[in-house]
């Protein structure tokens, strides 16, 4: 079974600019959830899908941070436009609804620079 | 939701069996009890949850006294793959977000 797949691995963009970051989840996993950790800080939660819909985004920080999930599968947070604080490693995290459902898989991360 | 806390960080040797207590004084009626390990460059990884009392899977154990205000993470037999950083964090149910406190960083030495 594949685990939790995020893409790029790495990104450096300059303030201002764009970055669209992807989450592919388990198969079959209806929970997707995106948190990151920025540098000296603890992991943080931003966001929860179920299926398409947003379950809970109380931790997106602000408005210039966008979610989306469409068809349940893939997720992509796309910031715009990134500020130096929001450098940092965001983790993807997906569970089952049925068996298990206590786990969250998480991915490896993607680390991004602002710079 | 509980605030979890735990030791910054503990030394070990290989072989020998590691313990990290965590306390939670504040958890709730319906609160679970997980911990999760996460390596360098890597995302955290679920290694065990429980309720109350016992529970033991292929990676730990863990111990959660009758009061629940605390539990322990017990790891036989460490190598030296196992250092790593070990969050223990109290969640609602499943499908719930995770809170993440600053994690026991475990060294396993030669």
């Known amino acids: 079974e594949a685990g939790v797949t995020q893409f790029p691995s790495h990104s450096v963009i300059e303030k201002g600019q764009t970055v669209t970051l992807r989450c592919d989840p388990i198969?079959?996993?209806?929970?997707l959830y995106w948190y990151r950790r920025v540098m000296g800080k603890e992991i943080k939660f931003l966001l929860h899908?179920?299926?398409?819909?947003?379950?809970?985004e109380s931790g997106m920080p602000n408005n210039r941070f966008l979610a989306e999930r469409t068809g349940g599968t893939y997720s992509t947070l796309k910031v715009q436009p990134a500020e130096l604080e929001d450098s940092g490693v965001y983790f993807c995290?997906?569970?089952?609804?049925?068996?298990?459902?206590?786990?969250?898989?998480f991915g490896p991360g993607t680390r991004l620079t602002v710079t | 939701l509980a605030k979890t806390t735990q030791p910054i960080s503990m030394d070990s040797y290989e072989g020998q069996e590691v313990n990290i207590t965590c306390s939670h004084n504040?958890?709730?009626?319906?609160?679970?009890i997980t911990w999760y390990q996460q390596f360098p460059s890597q995302g955290p990884r679920f290694i065990i949850q429980?309720?109350?009392t016992k529970v033991t899977n292929e990676v730990a154990s863990l111990f959660i006294p009758a009061d629940r205000k605390s539990s322990t993470l017990s790891l036989p037999r460490v190598s030296l793959s196992d250092t790593a950083v070990y969050y223990c964090?109290?969640?609602?149910?499943?499908?719930?977000?995770?809170?993440f406190g600053g994690g026991t960083r475990v060294l396993v030495k030669p």
């Open positions: 995290a997906s569970s089952p609804t049925v068996d298990r459902i206590y786990e969250q898989y």
């Open positions: 198969s079959g996993h209806d929970n």
């Open positions: 899908f179920v299926k398409e819909s947003k379950q809970d």
């Open positions: 504040n958890i709730a009626t319906n609160d679970y």
């Open positions: 429980g309720y109350k």
């Open positions: 964090l109290v969640y609602k149910a499943a499908g719930n977000k995770l809170t």
